[in-house]
């Protein structure tokens, strides 16, 4: 309040070169007798063995004053967002449940698209029809086709076993006709495990990011920071973000850019271009 008892606004400049902000999935707190330190990092749950890496991206000292006010504040913003009506069902691992590829279609070689119908027709998609049509020079993808969780073992018999502890599943890979890294992946605990689970786009991960939100699609995993994956939509269906030339699991090829149309089930119904064209997902 000023002299007058008139209630004074907040006036916050943010840099733009702030805007985009960082993400973090893990934080550690200390303090001393006149302040708390929040460290703020981004952990790599993708590295299997050994210690896992992370990198700090950010650091907060504060007085004990402003810390108890912060608590207050990050309570009360939980307690809105945990009772808004009408609020997505999560299962216990964060998955949404709303998010389906229903179609997608991708390019090949025209030589092979004979190879890759026959390929495709003995491998059960599921929800999702895999499309292919012919393209310019030797395109390849990386996507990810569901499994049940019981059936995992039987159908990865002789093949070698991924382990993502942090998602709670396991994956085996592949190459199709066309060269595409195709992985099956199981999610244990989720629902009706058919059609695609993961399809990476290529590109500027932070533009696409910003226009795939458009569609309510968030990031849940990764990060947007440079030579990074980022995941956006949910756990067992998601779109992978990856910088060019970034290798793929499990061979290390770069990652290139491809034209790819992918069509997805859930609110809301809308439509975005990325990288110049090169992609179009619809939601509907």
């Known amino acids: 309040m000023d002299e007058e008892g008139q209630e004074r606004q907040l006036n916050i400049h943010l840099d733009p070169d702030h805007l985009a902000g960082v993400y973090a999935n893990f934080a550690n ?44 504040a990050m309570q009360d913003s939980w307690s809105k967002w945990s009772s808004r009506d009408p609020q997505p069902a999560r299962d216990d691992r964060g998955r949404l449940g709303v998010v389906r590829f229903k179609r997608v279609r991708l390019r090949a070689p025209a030589h092979l698209l004979a190879d890759l119908r026959e390929f495709y027709d003995r491998i059960e998609t599921g929800e999702t029809k895999l499309e292919f049509a012919a393209g310019e020079g030797e395109p390849f993808y990386h996507f990810a086709l569901l499994a049940p969780w019981e059936r995992f073992d039987e159908l990865a018999a002789g093949e070698e076993v991924f382990d993502f502890q942090d998602w709670d599943a396991r994956a085996f890979y592949f190459h199709d006709p066309a060269g595409n890294i195709v992985e099956v992946v199981a999610h244990r605990g989720l629902e009706d495990p058919t059609g695609l689970s993961e399809l990476g786009l290529v590109g500027d991960t932070r533009a696409m990011a910003a226009e795939l939100q458009k569609l309510g699609l968030e990031l849940w995993d990764g990060t947007l920071a440079e030579d990074r994956l980022a995941f956006m939509g949910e756990r067992g269906r998601t779109l992978i973000l990856a910088p060019s030339g970034r290798g793929w699991m499990p061979t290390g090829r770069p990652s290139e850019r491809h034209p790819v149309e992918a069509e997805l089930s859930g609110p809301p119904a809308a439509a975005v271009e990325l990288e110049g064209g090169l992609y179009r997902v619809v939601r509907s």
């Open 29 to 72: 707190i200390s303090f001393s007798d006149y302040e708390f330190t929040i460290t703020f990092a981004r952990i790599d749950h993708e590295v299997e063995e050994g210690d896992v890496p992370g990198v700090v991206v950010s650091r907060v000292n504060m007085s004990t004053r402003f810390m108890r006010e912060l608590l207050d």
